[in-house]
């Protein structure tokens, strides 16, 4: 496996976008806490974000190579934000650049920010107020290559709170509520149960909301064609969305949470159905896995984190790089942890 990508702070959750020539990383910034582990993800105490750039991913992927353009967006510039800037993402549309931002309101709910800027490095200047319609956690945005259609994918469970919304109603501006019976670390679980889908929005042409409510995007069993089960750990969605596409096929690759792989199921439209195809990585050293892919320079690039630099604590993180492969079908071949 091959060394930390950005060694002078912690990083995680890259997400990593090509604009203008280079290669752009938008991870979370980790932070050294007292806060004791848990599974709501309290030792995850994120403040502020970096953007970071690379002109290159050749190895040895020398950190020297890895420019901080500093920190663009802080927990106190966004006015309904109380903490935890978890993992962001960004996307370019109308020659403006967007960061998308999972954060507590002032209520302790996760909630979905945007922030645009002039250039891939910002400033980024926050929405007053979070995504109407949006909740739970780890945004991934595509913007279709062929269509300029652009759509939003998330969701979390435990600390990230997807279960709290199931069965749910809305509110007067759309807001999914929060549904206290379901508040807890755990999604629902047990035999015949189906396990929760990730969402996707369409965002409008500002994509600074959603062009409609947020719907399931369902994944299936390739052997049943049935929805995975909730008991399925190896397979079912856990948090870490993520969409790309490679000729007509859309890629949707994802975290399995607590038992610790990065997965990819695979369809025809944006907005699915998807059907499970296969591990990309193994378990690594600590306790998430989060990532991304992207194309440069007519090679595949898989991004994503580990403990590496701290020894195995789960909330110290660093960014990782490793070239992908596929085969002749179209299918992601493994990475293999070490």
């Known amino acids: 496996?091959?060394?930390?990508?950005?060694?002078?702070?912690?990083t995680a959750d890259p997400s990593a976008h090509v604009f203008e020539g280079k290669v752009y990383i938008y991870p979370s910034h980790d932070r050294e806490t007292d806060i004791?582990?848990?599974?709501?993800?309290?030792?995850?105490?994120?403040?502020?974000?970096?953007?970071?750039?690379?002109?290159?991913?050749?190895?040895?992927?020398?950190?020297?190579?890895?420019?901080?353009?500093?920190?663009?967006?802080?927990?106190?510039?966004?006015?309904?934000?109380?903490?935890?800037?978890?993992?962001?993402?960004?996307?370019t549309k109308n020659g403006k650049y967007y960061l998308?931002?999972?954060?507590?309101?002032?209520?302790?709910?996760f909630r979905i920010g945007v922030a645009e800027g002039a250039s891939p490095t910002g400033p980024f200047r926050p929405d007053p107020e979070p995504i109407a319609g949006s909740f739970s956690i780890d945004p991934a945005s595509f913007v279709d290559p062929d269509t300029g259609s652009a759509y939003l994918y998330f969701g979390g469970l435990w600390g990230g709170q997807l279960q709290c919304y199931q069965g749910t109603v809305a509110d007067a501006h759309g807001v999914p509520l929060?549904?206290?019976?379901?508040?807890?670390?755990?999604?629902?679980?047990?035999?015949g149960k189906r396990a929760l889908y990730p969402k996707v929005a369409a965002l409008t042409d500002d994509m600074h909301g959603f062009a409609g409510a947020a719907r399931d995007l369902v994944i299936l069993a390739?052997?049943?064609?049935?929805?995975?089960?909730?008991d399925d750990h190896d397979r079912r969605f856990?948090?870490?969305?993520?969409?790309?596409?490679?000729?007509?096929?859309?890629?949707?690759?994802?975290?399995?949470?607590d038992s610790h792989y990065l997965v990819y199921a695979t369809g025809t439209s944006p907005l699915g159905p998807f059907t499970y195809a296969g591990r990309i990585l193994e378990p690594v050293l600590g306790w998430t896995?989060?990532?991304?892919?992207?194309?440069?320079?007519?090679?595949?690039?898989l991004f994503h984190h580990d403990c590496e630099m701290s020894k195995g604590v789960s909330h110290l993180r660093n960014v990782k790089v490793a070239e992908i492969f596929y085969d002749d079908e179209g299918r992601i071949l493994p990475v293999k942890s070490e």
Do not use: C
């Open 238 to 257: 856990f948090e870490a969305a993520w969409m790309h596409k490679r000729g007509q096929t859309y890629y949707f690759s994802y975290s399995t949470g």
């Open 178 to 191: 929060f549904d206290k019976a379901w508040e807890g670390p755990k999604e629902p679980s047990g035999s």
């Open 36 to 91: 004791q582990f848990n599974d709501n993800g309290d030792q995850y105490d994120m403040a502020d974000y970096h953007v970071f750039s690379t002109s290159t991913l050749d190895p040895p992927y020398a950190a020297d190579a890895v420019t901080d353009h500093g920190v663009v967006l802080r927990a106190e510039d966004v006015p309904w934000v109380s903490k935890q800037l978890w993992a962001p993402d960004a996307a």
């Open 100 to 109: 998308y931002f999972p954060a507590r309101d002032k209520e302790g709910i």
């Open 222 to 230: 390739p052997e049943t064609g049935e929805p995975l089960a909730a």
């Open 1 to 10: 496996m091959t060394p930390p990508l950005i060694t002078h702070l912690y």
């Open 289 to 301: 896995t989060h990532h991304s892919i992207v194309e440069f320079r007519g090679r595949w690039w």
